[in-house]
């Protein structure tokens, strides 16, 4: 039991059960990180399966990018109409399908059709695992709980490398099994939501007072439970229906901005070419296929490590002081990365810098971006706020993945870090003068005294 406030007036939480049910919906996370992951391990084999070209190598990786924004525009309407719940579930049930349809893929079309749709899944996981943990913890756990939600994102990412590993010695067809394995997590992941409780903040907006009492009783006390409802009922008062036309408003427009930039930057910043395109960078300095794999192993351990840090951190140091130092640090990292890639310096400084630039971002900009995403939009258009940043998210991250092959080939493998080092120095103008520190604050605070200037 956590307790806060005043002695008159104290306010307590049950800090085992958020942490539970945030846990649970963090779940959709290990799918994006397996999903997100997977590629990285499997491209040498589907080169050779499909005889795939820079193009195709770039549109194959990136069609979960495109499905992505597909479900996550879906799921915003879905979250905003039936709940966070109900789009928890559909996501699991696409995600169980299309890993079983990609392991059985015949040829290319039906591979990236059913990329494609666990990329719906994805998109919509992506977007509704973290609004729904932002809307069941306190504001003094917020950060810390939301960053669960990217540390199972990394720890997918850390599993499906070690699996893939694992497999690459079982033949041609390992790929196979390296997709189809994620059915497992997908069918756990939706046992898991059947049992979560609808957000609190979601029914009181539909009207359904006496259910969201009964949840905010089991995430706090008598005192936490009065004055949260009174808080998100003063926020939905005057608050006109829900469409997508009000996430354009004026009102609303300082937080589309920041949300929007910083979604399209966390991809921008260039991290993803290092998760997805392992193989292709230490191929570029003539490591062989076991040592490309055992680094995405690697980059997946460090991941994990620093995510910790941020999660320690976000709630401590605040929001905008990591992503100052994430983006700077990047910034410089690139650079450094680039040099010594075109002069063809040894494997192990390349792997150094590699995972310096893994552990500047997963303390940064990929947990701290998720947060900030979540907090920022008034309660009553939240689930479309979050969509419509994370659509830019993700059509952000098609860019970015569609791109690295052809840029590689025309460039050189160092030449695109060049430009991800110019795009983390522009990150770090935005974000000095634009973001403001937003840690501490409810989300009705910060919709009534920030976002509205």
């Not at 006390?221 to 469409?243: M, R």
Request: with cysteine; charged share 10%; proline share 4%.
């Amino acid at each position: 039991m956590i307790t806060t406030g005043l002695k008159s007036e104290t306010i307590q939480y049950n800090g085992n059960y958020i942490f539970g049910i945030s846990l649970i919906s963090a779940l959709g996370g290990y799918l994006f990180g397996f999903d997100f992951a997977v590629i990285s391990g499997a491209l040498p084999f589907l080169r050779n399966e499909f005889q795939l070209d820079v193009w195709w190598e770039g549109f194959l990786t990136g069609s979960l990018a495109l499905g992505c924004m597909v479900g996550c525009m879906f799921a915003g309407k879905l979250a905003d109409s039936y709940g966070r719940k109900p789009g928890l579930i559909v996501a699991a049930v696409i995600f169980a399908l299309s890993s079983i349809g990609m392991a059985f893929s015949g040829n290319l079309a039906v591979f990236v059709m059913m990329r494609f749709a666990a990329g719906i899944g994805v998109g919509m996981a992506s977007m509704l695992s973290p609004m729904y943990i932002a809307e069941v913890s306190p504001a003094e756990m917020r950060g810390r709980n939301v960053s669960i939600n990217q540390l199972t994102i990394v720890f997918g990412i850390l599993i499906t490398n070690m699996v893939n590993y694992l497999l690459a010695d079982q033949g041609p067809d390992a790929w196979r099994w390296m997709f189809g394995l994620g059915a497992v997590p997908a069918v756990l992941f939706l046992i898991g939501v059947l049992w979560l409780p609808e957000s609190p903040r979601w029914l009181i907006k539909d009207g359904q007072v006496d259910k969201a009492q009964k949840v905010l009783s089991k995430i706090g006390n008598e005192h936490f439970v009065k004055i949260t409802q009174e808080a998100i009922g003063k926020t939905l008062l005057a608050a006109p229906k829900a469409s997508f036309s009000e996430v354009f408003q004026k009102a609303v427009r300082p937080a589309l901005l920041v949300g929007i930039t910083l979604a399209v930057f966390q991809q921008l910043c260039g991290i993803n070419v290092v998760f997805n395109y392992t193989s292709t960078i230490f191929e570029s300095i003539g490591a062989d296929l076991d040592r490309q794999l055992l680094e995405t192993v690697a980059i997946g351990a460090v991941n994990l490590v620093f995510t910790l840090v941020a999660m320690w951190q976000v709630d401590k140091l605040g929001r905008r002081p990591l992503m100052l130092i994430g983006s700077l640090g990047l910034a410089v990292t690139y650079i450094a990365l680039a040099y010594v890639l075109q002069n063809g310096a040894p494997a192990l400084v390349v792997s150094m810098l590699v995972l310096c630039a893994i552990a500047l971002y997963a303390t940064s900009l990929a947990p701290v971006t998720w947060v900030l995403i979540t907090e920022i939009f008034p309660n009553h258009i939240r689930g479309m706020g979050i969509s419509t940043a994370t659509v830019s998210l993700w059509g952000a991250y098609f860019i970015l993945v569609f791109t690295f092959p052809v840029l590689a080939k025309t460039l050189g493998t160092y030449g695109p870090f060049y430009l991800y080092a110019a795009i983390c120095f522009l990150g770090f103008v935005f974000i000095r003068t634009s973001v403001t520190e937003t840690k501490g604050q409810t989300l009705e605070n910060l919709e009534e005294s920030y976002f509205k200037h």
